[in-house]
Structure formats: C-alpha cells, structure tokens
C-alpha cells in the first residue's frame, strides 16, 4: 500500500560565511552614520578573496547571477514602493510567496489529493497481484524470493501505469521545493551582501548605508544583529507552528514519517541560534517568508479556496478545517498537559 507522500522543505541554513573589509572600504559611512555592528568574526568583503577569486563556493554563490537578480529585485521593490527597508523586505517577501510560492503550493497540494485518490484502486491491484503471483508460484514452484521480487516488480508497473494515467506522478509535487529553497537561499545571500557592503552592485555600499537606519521598532539598525533574539525566536516559533500544524493532520505516520517530523522538529529550534548570528535584514526576510508559509498552510485548508484551485476532494478533507485543527491542537497539547497535572 502507498502511503500518501507528503512533501515538506526544510529550511536550510545558508552558510552566511562573511568576508574582511579593505581597509578603505571598511571606513565609517559617510554623513555620521554608524557602522554595522557585527561581530568581528562577521566583517567581511570580497577584497579578501582578492581579484583571483579564488573565494571558494561560497563565494561563487554569492555572485552567481540568481543573487545579483536577488540584489536587483530587492532594490527594484524599495525604489519602486518608496518604504523603508524592513517594509521593502516585507513587501519583496509577500510578493514572491505569494506570485511563485502559492501557486506551486496548491498544484502540490492537487497532485498529492490525486494519488490519495488512487489508493483505493492500488489496495485493490495489490490484493489481486498478489494472489496471481501466489498461485504462478505454485505452479511454477517459485522460491519465495522469486515471488516476492516478481510481486514488487509488477506492482511498481502497475502503479506507475495508474499515474501516468491520471497524470499525477508524485515526484511533480516536489516542485515546489526545487523553487522556494534556491529563492531562500538566492534572497538571503543578496541580503547579507547588502548588510555587509559586499553587494555586486554600484548601489551596494549606499545601500548598507540605508539599512543601518532603514529597520523598525527595536531593530532600527538591520545590519546589527537582534540583541533581543525576539527575531530569531519568532522564526524557530513560526517553523515550529508549521511543523505542528503537518503532524497533526497526519494520522497513523510510518516510522520513517515519524523521523523526518522529528528532524524538522529539530533544524526549527537549531534555526534560532543561526538566526542570532545573522543580519536582522535577513532574520526579518527569514520570518516574513516562515509567516507567510505559515499562511499559505491554513488559506490551503480552507475548502473554498480548494475549490478555487480545482484540487479534488479526499476522504481526508473535512468541511471545518480549522475547528479540526484547534480541536487536534488541544487533544495534544493542551489536555494532555492537563493530565499531566
């Protein structure tokens, strides 16, 4: 029997290696604007790895021409909307999530509800197959290695033959993975090129410039890092949430479904010490897009928006997402600590 495959990114921690300022370009903005406050083991430019190139992959990442088009995008959204940079960011993040991100969220969400679909008729072909290869294996006096390798072969025929016909391969539901995480990875190099000077760009330095005083509330300065972790906590809370929300609507997890929760579990909470190292313009942009993930998770449960989507009904689907969702919540969290009490 197929279980329903279910498709999560994790999100990775790009490594936002930093590199050693010129001298000359290390001296304080002008105009009395204050420096960045990195750490010093954070410092850094393209001057160290000196005009060879010899940087490494990192540095080939961080002026491949996906960042530069990340660069571009970014400064695009803030001339064209005339926010500050943290509305900017915001901004640049409700619009990709929304334009690219939401699209390929619901046609995974339509491939994943077909295959759910097929399981009752791939529960029916194993049972039949089965009993064939029971019998040819009788008379043809099969080992049983034999006529479990014949069954697995021409099941995964089967199978594949009944995707192929409903168009609904489950390996087109990994798309959305194959887009959102290199568009994590390009946006958050970009910004860590800009909070540090190192944009590849005639605007990079002026830009850094802008970002020391283009934050908001307590993190007015985004090329400082958030003294009060409340950014990075907010992240690892929101991934958490997320995390939450795919377990509880999967019931009766395979063991290997079990640790992959379990893992993601833990990249969400380990995300929040690497979000306390990092520029808060690339915490802010980390937890505008766990948001609007987060987002896009509930608005996909809701039946109307389903509809809308033309994603076919499972037997999974219930006609009050949300009330489920809140019930599951408190069955598992809420009541059990109650118990526990």
């Given at each position: 029997?197929?279980?329903?495959?279910?498709?999560?990114?994790?999100?990775?921690?790009p490594?936002?290696?930093?590199?050693?300022?010129?001298?000359?370009?290390a001296?304080?903005?002008?105009?009395?604007?204050?420096?960045?406050?990195?750490?010093?083991?954070?410092?850094?430019s393209?001057?160290?790895v000196?005009?060879?190139?010899?940087?490494?992959?990192?540095?080939?990442?961080?002026?491949?021409?996906?960042?530069?088009?990340?660069e571009?995008?970014?400064l695009?959204?803030?001339?064209?909307?005339?926010?500050?940079w943290?509305?900017?960011i915001?901004?640049?993040?409700?619009?990709?999530r929304?334009?690219?991100?939401?699209?390929?969220?619901?046609?995974?969400?339509?491939?994943?509800?077909?295959?759910?679909?097929l399981?009752?008729?791939?529960?029916?072909?194993?049972?039949h197959?089965?009993?064939?290869?029971?019998?040819r294996a009788?008379?043809?006096?099969?080992?049983?290695?034999?006529?479990r390798?014949?069954?697995?072969?021409?099941?995964?025929?089967?199978?594949?033959?009944?995707?192929?016909?409903?168009?609904?391969?489950?390996?087109?539901?990994?798309?959305l993975?194959?887009?959102?995480?290199?568009?994590?990875?390009f946006?958050?190099?970009?910004?860590?090129?800009f909070?540090?000077?190192?944009?590849?760009?005639?605007?990079?330095f002026?830009?850094?410039?802008?970002l020391t005083?283009g934050?908001?509330?307590?993190?007015?300065?985004?090329?400082?890092?958030?003294?009060?972790?409340?950014l990075p906590?907010?992240?690892?809370?929101?991934?958490?949430?997320?995390?939450?929300?795919?377990?509880?609507?999967?019931?009766?997890?395979?063991?290997?479904?079990?640790?992959?929760t379990?893992f993601?579990?833990?990249?969400?909470?380990?995300?929040?010490?690497?979000?306390?190292?990092?520029?808060?313009s690339?915490?802010?942009?980390?937890?505008?897009?766990?948001?609007?993930?987060?987002?896009?998770n509930?608005?996909?449960?809701?039946?109307?928006?389903?509809?809308?989507?033309?994603?076919?009904?499972?037997?999974?689907?219930?006609d009050?997402?949300?009330?489920?969702?809140?019930?599951?919540?408190?069955?598992?969290?809420?009541?059990?600590?109650?118990?526990?009490?």
């Amino acid at each position: 029997m197929l279980c329903r495959l279910s498709v999560r990114w994790l999100r990775p921690q790009p490594a936002l290696q930093v590199r050693v300022l010129d001298p000359l370009l290390a001296r304080a903005p002008a105009g009395g604007a204050k420096s960045s406050a990195l750490p010093v083991w954070a410092v850094a430019s393209v001057s160290a790895v000196g005009p060879s190139g010899a940087g490494g992959w990192y540095e080939a990442l961080a002026t491949s021409a996906p960042v530069q088009g990340a660069e571009d995008v970014l400064l695009f959204a803030h001339t064209a909307s005339g926010l500050p940079w943290w509305g900017s960011i915001l901004l640049t993040t409700v619009v990709l999530r929304g334009a690219v991100t939401l699209p390929l969220a619901a046609y995974q969400h339509y491939i994943l509800a077909k295959v759910e679909n097929l399981q009752p008729e791939i529960k029916n072909i194993a049972r039949h197959l089965n009993q064939e290869v029971a019998v040819r294996a009788h008379q043809l006096g099969w080992s049983k290695r034999v006529a479990r390798l014949t069954y697995l072969k021409t099941m995964r025929r089967l199978v594949s033959e009944l995707y192929v016909r409903d168009n609904c391969h489950p390996f087109k539901a990994t798309v959305l993975v194959w887009i959102q995480l290199p568009m994590w990875i390009f946006m958050s190099v970009a910004l860590r090129n800009f909070s540090t000077g190192a944009a590849h760009s005639e605007a990079g330095f002026s830009v850094q410039e802008q970002l020391t005083a283009g934050g908001v509330l307590w993190f007015h300065d985004l090329t400082a890092l958030d003294s009060t972790w409340i950014l990075p906590v907010s992240v690892g809370v929101i991934n958490l949430l997320i995390v939450e929300i795919f377990a509880l609507q999967k019931l009766g997890k395979s063991r290997f479904q079990t640790y992959i929760t379990h893992f993601v579990r833990a990249v969400s909470v380990l995300m929040i010490p690497v979000a306390a190292t990092v520029p808060s313009s690339i915490v802010l942009y980390w937890l505008c897009s766990s948001f609007m993930g987060l987002s896009q998770n509930l608005l996909l449960r809701s039946p109307g928006f389903r509809q809308l989507c033309r994603i076919p009904l499972t037997k999974l689907d219930s006609d009050t997402p949300y009330k489920d969702l809140l019930a599951a919540f408190h069955s598992k969290f809420i009541s059990r600590k109650s118990r526990t009490f």
